[in-house]
């Protein structure tokens, strides 16, 4: 299984793709538009965006989640 990462919103949103160190945020993509996304989002703090990527990856794999969309 494979997790696909969207950075469609973030691109939206800052008007260029995501990259650098910082504190990353993801989100299940069928909860990216909830009243409560927050409760949902994988937060990964002082690491690469590469780095985020692999700790998100493994947390949603466990819980059987596919889509995801970068936040921040």
Do not use: I, Q
Not at 6 to 16: A, L, N
Request: proline share 3%.
């Amino acid at each position: 299984m494979t997790v696909r990462f969207s950075t469609r919103e973030y691109e939206r949103s800052h008007g260029r793709r995501p990259a650098g160190r910082g504190s990353w945020a993801f989100c299940p993509a069928d909860k990216w538009n909830a009243d409560d996304y927050l409760d949902h989002c994988v937060w990964v703090n002082n690491v690469t965006l590469t780095e985020a990527k692999k700790v998100a990856r493994e947390k949603f794999l466990a819980a059987g989640v596919t889509d995801v969309v970068v936040c921040s």
